[in-house]
């Protein structure tokens, strides 16, 4: 995004608590610099902002959420602040002007019926305050305006890969063969991992992205990216991310994924612009220390969420659907945004009478159940799988089955009543068949604290929850 004119923005949402003015601050930083914002800046803007939200929760604290957002263009940055409570904050708001750094600009207006929109803003001109600030702060600066390239990592780059990840993640990150040159380059020469680097004017890696694929599959994971702090707001992961698809199509793939995180929406934002939308959420599937260590977790204290993007690389695709009557409005919209032609099938019932199943608990506590097919038995297969993932620890299951199995609404109509919900849709991740998942999450998750960027996302977000809603109030 840099310094161009997007009206895209970063968003966070916090309780209207004093304690949240830190991760605040984190986050209008972090934010400020991924979109282009020299350091310096970043850092005044971010200070600003946090001592708005001190002094709007020193008024009075509430328990309803407000929304942080983060946005830069034609050399400015701005930070809103929406507020819900027009009689609460109208004698604060008025004096914010008075007790705020002078150089800070401030601004503020009613909002709807019952709201306020409060405005931090500053101006910056990189070079000039390059010149002005020959110190600490310029030698981020100096690091992020030197010639970058794309390129293809060799063997001996696998420390330096491994280094990266170390730097943002910590000894958190999922893929641990990152942190393994041995294990990571096997998997390279093996075709198991696509990867591509970005390199500094030294020839340094500064950024990671990859293709996983298994062996034979028709699709592949988008994944394992990474850049480093100093070299964020350059369209780095955009740009490698292009890399890739160009290799994905020589490869002859079907389609690219990605599991984007939902403690920021800086992967997602790359994933939109990839023309990737959201195809199912995944809530609970990493433990809660699942996350960048560099960057405020708005999602801490519960198990962490990741998006499913998807993008088929042919056109003119389509499919055949057996929808259960409760999802079909959000099955054939998601099949719309990824250019897929469906086609309705009527409710059938089982064309078997036994259903074939399989299940898995990762390392991280969370289940599968695969209905392989469906049979008439679906509802006490599915009880004796629920036991077994939950026998081997798992702690959030998903569900998942052919679309075009004629038994999904009895399957669904099962799970429902044992408490699972809609989770999305993942297209040809069975030898080519999309899947429809469902899930289910045994611990305290709320989906009001993932940071989601594209409303459509959002609307998806709000059908699960009324699912999740519905589903237990069957039990």
């Given at each position: 995004?840099?310094?161009s004119?997007?009206d895209h923005f970063?968003?966070l949402?916090?309780s209207?608590e004093?304690?949240?003015?830190?991760?605040?601050?984190?986050?209008?930083?972090?934010?400020?610099?991924?979109?282009g914002?020299p350091p310096?800046?970043?850092?005044l803007?971010?200070a600003?902002?946090a001592?708005?939200?001190?002094?709007?929760c020193?008024?009075?604290t509430?328990?309803?959420?407000a929304?942080?957002?983060l946005?830069?263009s034609?050399?400015e940055?701005?930070?809103?602040?929406l507020?819900n409570?027009h009689s609460?904050f109208?004698?604060?708001?008025?004096?914010?002007?008075?007790?705020?750094?002078?150089d800070?600009g401030?601004s503020?207006r009613?909002?709807?019926v019952?709201?306020?929109?409060?405005?931090?803003?500053r101006?910056?001109e990189?070079?000039?305050?390059a010149a002005?600030h020959?110190e600490?702060?310029?030698?981020?600066?100096a690091e992020?305006?030197?010639?970058v390239?794309?390129?293809?990592?060799?063997?001996s780059?696998?420390?330096?890969i491994?280094?990266?990840?170390l730097?943002?993640?910590?000894?958190?990150?999922?893929h641990?063969e990152?942190?393994s040159?041995?294990r990571?380059?096997?998997k390279?020469?093996s075709g198991?991992l696509?990867?591509?680097?970005?390199?500094?004017?030294?020839g340094?890696?500064?950024g990671?992205?990859?293709l996983?694929?298994?062996?034979?599959?028709t699709i592949a994971?988008?994944g394992e990216a990474?850049v480093?702090?100093?070299?964020?707001?350059r369209?780095?992961l955009e740009?490698?991310t292009e890399r890739?698809?160009?290799?994905?199509?020589k490869l002859g793939?079907?389609g690219i994924y990605?599991?984007p995180?939902?403690?920021?929406?800086f992967?997602?934002?790359?994933?939109?612009?990839?023309?990737?939308?959201?195809c199912?959420?995944?809530?609970g599937?990493a433990?809660?220390?699942?996350?960048?260590?560099?960057?405020p977790?708005p999602?801490a204290g519960q198990?962490?969420?990741?998006l499913?993007?998807?993008r088929?690389?042919?056109?003119?695709?389509?499919?055949e659907?057996?929808?259960p009557?409760?999802y079909?409005?959000v099955?054939?919209?998601t099949y719309?945004?990824l250019?897929?032609?469906v086609?309705?099938?009527e409710s059938g019932?089982p064309?078997?009478?036994?259903s074939?199943?399989?299940?898995?608990?990762n390392?991280?506590g969370?289940?599968r159940?695969r209905f392989?097919m469906?049979?008439?038995?679906a509802?006490?297969e599915?009880s004796?799988?629920?036991?077994d993932v939950s026998g081997l620890g798992?702690?959030a299951v998903?569900?998942?089955?052919?679309?075009?199995d004629?038994?999904?609404?009895?399957?669904?109509?099962?799970?429902?009543?044992?408490?699972?919900?809609?989770?999305?849709l993942a297209?040809?991740f069975s030898?080519?068949r999309?899947?429809?998942?469902?899930?289910?999450?045994?611990?305290p998750?709320d989906?009001?604290e993932?940071?989601l960027f594209t409303?459509?996302?959002k609307?998806?977000?709000?059908f699960?929850?009324r699912d999740r809603?519905?589903?237990?109030?069957?039990r």
């Open positions: 995004m840099g310094k004119n997007s970063a968003e949402r916090l209207m004093a304690e949240g003015g830190e991760l605040l601050r984190a986050f209008v930083r972090e934010a400020s610099l991924v979109e914002v310096m800046t970043a850092s803007i971010s600003d902002a001592q708005t939200w001190q002094i709007l020193g008024s009075r509430t328990a309803e959420r929304a942080i957002l946005s830069s034609k050399g940055v701005r930070a809103r602040i507020l409570g609460r109208s004698a604060v708001v008025g004096s914010l002007s008075a007790q705020v750094r002078r800070a401030l503020y009613e909002r709807g019952d709201g306020w929109e409060i405005t931090i803003h101006g910056f990189p070079s000039r305050e002005e020959n600490e702060p310029i030698a981020e600066a992020t305006t030197e010639t390239r794309i390129d293809v990592p060799q063997q780059d696998s420390a330096a491994a280094r990266c990840f730097a943002v993640y910590g000894h958190n990150y999922v641990r990152v942190f040159p041995h990571y380059w096997r390279v020469e198991e696509i990867p591509v680097v970005t390199r500094d004017a030294r340094e890696v500064v990671h992205v990859a996983e694929r298994e062996p034979g599959a994971e988008r990474v480093l702090p100093s070299y964020r707001g369209h780095l740009r490698m890739l698809t160009d290799e994905a199509t793939l079907v990605a599991e995180v939902t403690t920021h929406t992967s997602q934002r790359n994933d939109e612009r990839a023309g990737m939308p959201t199912a959420i995944l809530l599937a433990p809660e220390t699942a996350h960048s260590k560099d960057l977790v999602t198990r962490q969420s990741f499913l993007t998807f088929f690389l042919e056109a003119g695709r389509a499919c659907i057996v929808a009557p409760a079909r409005d099955m054939t919209t719309g945004r250019g897929v032609g086609s309705l099938h019932t064309t078997e009478t036994r074939m199943t399989s299940v898995m608990v390392p991280w969370y289940g159940i392989e469906i049979g008439s038995n509802s006490i599915l004796q799988a629920v036991s798992a702690r998903q569900l998942s089955a052919h679309v075009d004629p038994g999904l609404p009895l399957l669904v109509e099962s799970a429902r009543r044992q408490g699972f919900f809609y989770c999305g297209p040809a030898e080519g999309d899947l429809l998942l469902m899930q289910h999450v045994s611990e998750l989906i009001n993932l940071q409303e459509q996302t609307e998806l977000a709000a699960i929850e809603q519905s589903a237990q109030s069957q």
